[in-house]
């Protein structure tokens, strides 16, 4: 389908100004972040999924003020809560949101000696005592603990799916042209999916519906160029670049049975009828012209053997694949993903030598973690699954023969 076409169908939205912030779900405001308190202690990760039931993540003080109203919110209530931040080194610059903003290197509150990864990754908040709004590291696996859910704060309105400022409908199938003037009806657009909370709250949401994928207001005109229906930046994206660019609109997968992880972005057929999301601006009316819309080029993740590590999404490869690599190869790759995510190993293509080339795949972020899986011969394309949100990869060939080698593509996912 040509861009001048789906420029007819262009529909924004010009804001009015907004009422007074709210929170959804029963959570509390508290420095313009939407707070919930769950005194029932657990680990971190049932901690996040809990979380994820309402598109939230655990909570994430990123500067003084966020620091101090949890202190307050939580008062006498939990003394020692989960937070959102996660750490792959006892350095602050290495630990980091949940919701994919970054690190806590510009702003921490770590007690002296943290975090401190030898007794633990995850982070916890202390509300009370002498180290009150203070942060320290914990087991995520061994320890137990209340935790706190945020999610952002948005304005009033009748729609049953609010967050962020936005409503959300979901609509049975059709083409992307009649999907996006339904949108225009309800004076919105076919959405857009401008951050990585925003894709996480959209995966919950369709999550509880039977769908395999839901159109979005995304435009694919080229391969390294897409752009939104509705003008909203690109900044971010999350293309699966392992699936086939064969057509120039977009669908977000739900399905683990696809070969799109679920959260994925991947081309579709405009033509093609789909289930499909709408998205307007919460308590507010509409008005207005289009802003100009800008194209980005889509990034590319290269990874290598033996490199640091590695945040996903990315590529490893054996060494110069696609052609054979060399005798006495030792490889080893240490992958990684944000605290509430898990990781999905894609191999797009696996030839080693049988029995003595050999791929080991590990749970966690060392050869000390359970085994997934050991790998050699002729295997084609595979998928391995982590349970957190660590995965560790060696690859060793010995001393004689060689191969082509593999391809994987290592993707972060939640899990419903």
């Known amino acids: 389908m040509q861009l001048f076409i789906v420029a007819i169908f262009s529909f924004c939205i010009a804001f009015v100004s907004c009422s007074t912030p709210v929170c959804m779900h029963g959570f509390t405001l508290a420095n313009n972040k939407c707070l919930k308190l769950y005194t029932n202690e657990t680990t971190y990760k049932l901690a996040e999924q809990s979380c994820k039931t309402f598109g939230a993540t655990l909570v994430t003080p990123k500067n003084l003020n966020d620091n101090r109203a949890i202190t307050t919110f939580l008062g006498s209530s939990a003394s020692l809560v989960w937070m959102g931040l996660y750490c792959f080194d006892s350095n602050p ?59 952002p704060h948005t304005y009033a309105d009748s729609c049953q799916f609010n967050y962020n400022g936005h409503c959300y409908t979901i609509h049975d199938s059709t083409t992307f042209v009649q ?20 894709n996480r709250y959209l995966q919950t949401l369709t999550n509880k519906l039977v769908m395999d994928s839901n159109l979005i207001g995304g435009m694919w005109p080229s391969l390294n160029v897409f752009n939104w229906i509705d ?81 996903a999404p990315g590529v490893i490869t054996s060494p110069n694949y696609p052609q054979n690599y060399a005798n006495n190869q030792s490889c080893s790759y240490q992958l990684a993903t944000l605290g509430s995510y898990q990781i999905l190993l894609k191999f797009d293509g696996f030839i080693t030598e049988a029995t003595y080339d050999v791929v080991n795949v590990y749970d966690g972020d060392f050869t000390n973690k359970p085994l997934l899986g050991s790998y050699s011969g002729n295997l084609g394309s595979f998928h391995v699954d982590s349970t957190g949100n660590a995965m560790y990869v060696t690859f060793k060939s010995d001393r004689s023969n060689v191969a082509q080698g593999f391809s994987a593509r290592f993707l972060s996912y939640s899990s419903p």
């Open 179 to 198: 999907a996006q003037s339904i949108c225009e009806q309800e004076c919105g657009n076919l959405a857009s999916i401008t951050s990585a909370n925003e």
């Open 93 to 151: 610059s290495k630990c980091l949101w949940d919701d994919a903003s970054g690190s806590a290197d510009s702003y921490n509150s770590f007690a002296s000696g943290f975090p401190l990864v030898d007794i633990g990754k995850c982070v916890y908040f202390s509300a009370q005592g002498a180290l009150a709004g203070k942060w320290l590291s914990g087991d995520c696996e061994k320890e137990t603990r209340a935790y706190v859910c945020e999610l």
């Open 231 to 311: 003008g909203s930046p690109t900044s971010y994206n999350n293309i699966d670049r392992s699936a086939t660019y064969n057509a120039n609109c977009m669908a977000v997968s739900n399905s683990a049975s696809l070969s799109v992880p679920p959260g994925y972005w991947y081309s579709v057929s405009c033509n093609s009828p789909r289930n499909f999301i709408c998205k307007r601006p919460a308590g507010v009316k509409c008005s207005g012209t289009p802003p100009p819309v800008t194209m980005t080029p889509v990034p590319s993740n290269p990874s290598l053997c033996n490199s640091t590590l590695l945040l």
